[in-house]
């Protein structure tokens, strides 16, 4: 997931990069002044309860995070998310196929 948005900041998503650092570094700041650490250092329930204020601040950040976390479980690996089809094997989608049965083809084919 990281490297997805890492790559995506890099890439379509590159006028992002300031809302990440603005808002990574508020995580930071409220890791600190809750639980005296940084938010990647902080334990999961504690980076939950931080995410959850976050999320009530309704200042956009967690919402975008949000959408890019979705993005990079479901997409294409090829963006560098859904590593080793983890999204895909959820949703059981076998993923793009190359070649299509004619038994798929029928209507009323699952």
């Known amino acids: 997931m990281i490297g997805y948005v890492q790559r995506a900041l890099e890439g379509a998503h590159s006028e992002h990069v300031a809302a990440y650092r603005r808002g990574l570094g508020d995580l930071d700041e409220l890791g600190l002044a809750r639980f005296g650490a ?3 250092t902080l334990a999961d329930q504690r980076q939950d309860c ?3 204020e976050a999320e009530r601040a309704h200042d956009g950040f967690f919402e975008l ?3 890019h976390a979705i993005e990079g479980m479901f997409g294409d690996p090829r963006w560098g998310g859904n590593a080793g089809h983890a999204g895909w094997r959820l949703l059981g989608y076998p993923g ?3 070649v299509i049965e004619e038994d798929d083809q029928r209507l009323g084919a699952a």
């Open 38 to 40: 940084a938010f990647a």
């Open 50 to 52: 931080i995410l959850r």
């Open 65 to 67: 995070m949000r959408a």
């Open 96 to 98: 793009p196929r190359a």
